[in-house]
């Protein structure tokens, strides 16, 4: 398990609901999009298609939004596949996508990537996980904040004006 993977998870909670989100990030959405709609995607576009199974019989009608690398929240190519929320449509998605040597995500690791690959910092990837975990609506708006960057733009000002205090006192 490496930070080069591509992976794939459903991103929406189980259950049944109009609509299920399959996630996909790595190198291989490209070939993934080839094999399963037949043509590439224009970036940021959500397309209407047919999803197919790797036998070719239709799973479900999807829309599918393609983020080229580095405009996506991980920074790598990225697909995300919305689906009827049937959580069977969900899993046989997501079981064709992983017959192409792509492997399931950890919890949190397409934030991790998103670290890792520097579009966000520890601050912000923090508050994803306080946004998700938010019991009520004075959190919900903290964490929005802090994963707008103002905590961290608040840490980047004080260390700059500690820098300078240290600085004067050096001089001193």
């Known amino acids: 398990m490496g930070i080069n993977d591509t992976i794939a998870a459903i991103s929406t909670p189980p259950g049944n609901a109009g609509i299920g989100v399959v996630r996909v990030s790595g190198s291989k959405v490209p070939r993934l999009i080839k094999e399963f709609f037949n043509k590439a995607l224009e970036p940021r576009k959500a397309t209407l298609k047919k999803m197919r199974d790797v036998d070719g019989n239709v799973i479900d009608q999807v829309i599918v939004i393609y983020y080229q690398k580095p405009k996506s929240y991980t920074g790598e190519e990225m697909l995300e596949i919305h689906t009827h929320g049937n959580p069977i449509i969900l899993e046989t998605v997501l079981t064709n ?9 950890r919890p949190g690791e397409f934030t991790e ?3 890792l690959n520097n579009k966000i910092d520890l601050a912000q990837a923090e508050a994803v996980s306080d946004l998700i975990s938010s ?3 004075s959190a919900i708006k903290g964490a929005c904040s802090s994963m707008a960057g103002v905590f961290s733009k608040k840490i980047k000002e004080t260390e700059r004006e500690t820098g300078m205090a240290q600085a004067r006192l050096r001089v001193l």
């Open 97 to 105: 996508i992983m017959k192409n040597e792509i492997r399931p995500a």
């Open 113 to 115: 990537k998103a670290f």
């Open 135 to 137: 019991r009520n609506l």
